[in-house]
Each structure stands twice: as structure tokens, then as C-alpha cells.
């Protein structure tokens, strides 16, 4: 079981670009697929991106082109680096393993600021 700590969140323009960071607490972090969680208002939470231990990478098609998944082992964090922000990408935005096995983090909210 990870403690994990998501920050990075803001408001911002459509168009717009953020940088998402994960900071896990768990030994040995560099052995877990990590992902990247969002739920948008009113509906169920989806996987974005996720990350293996290779560095190879997945996303949703709604954020591929756009969104860059990363990981610094030494440090136990992730990334999400989102370009292009579109209005429909307003969310609370979590990581965990992939699947989700670790009790949910606080998140970090993107909001649209138009």
C-alpha cells in the first residue's frame, strides 16, 4: 500500500499547459505499472495514462497527442504533463497502480478557467 500525494492542479486556459506530479511513499516503487486517474463532474473516474516499469507508456485516445506520461524512479513520483487543455479535460486528477490497488489519494483539481 502507497501513500501518495498528487499536486500541480490550477486553473487554466483552454489551450493552456500543466504539469501533474504523484509523490509515492512505498518501497521498491519502481516495480508497479503507475497511472494516471481523472473524474470529471458527474462522471466515473478513467484511466488516462499509465506507465510501466520499462518507461513505455498508454493513454486514452481523448489525451493522446497531448498528454506525456512520466516516471523518476528515484525520486517515487510520476508525471503528467498535459498540453493543449481542452474544457472537456476539467477533472480531479489521481495516480495510483495499474490496476488501482492503493487506497485513492486527495487528487489535484485542472479546471478550465474560460
Known amino acids: 500500500q502507497g501513500l501518495i500525494v498528487e499536486s500541480g492542479g490550477d486553473l487554466v486556459q483552454p489551450g493552456g499547459s500543466l504539469r501533474l506530479s504523484c509523490a509515492v511513499s512505498i518501497s521498491r516503487f519502481d516495480m508497479y505499472i503507475m497511472a494516471w486517474y481523472r473524474q470529471a463532474p458527474g462522471k466515473q473516474r478513467e484511466l488516462v495514462a499509465d506507465i510501466f516499469r520499462s518507461g513505455n507508456s498508454e493513454y486514452a485516445d481523448s489525451v493522446q497527442g497531448r498528454f506525456t506520461i512520466s516516471r523518476d524512479n528515484a525520486k517515487n513520483t510520476i508525471y503528467l504533463q498535459m498540453n493543449s487543455l481542452f474544457s472537456e479535460d476539467t477533472a480531479v486528477y489521481y495516480c495510483?497502480?495499474?490496476?488501482?490497488?492503493?487506497?485513492w489519494g486527495q487528487g489535484t483539481q485542472v479546471t478550465d478557467s474560460s
Open positions: 495510483n497502480t495499474w490496476p488501482a490497488t492503493w487506497a
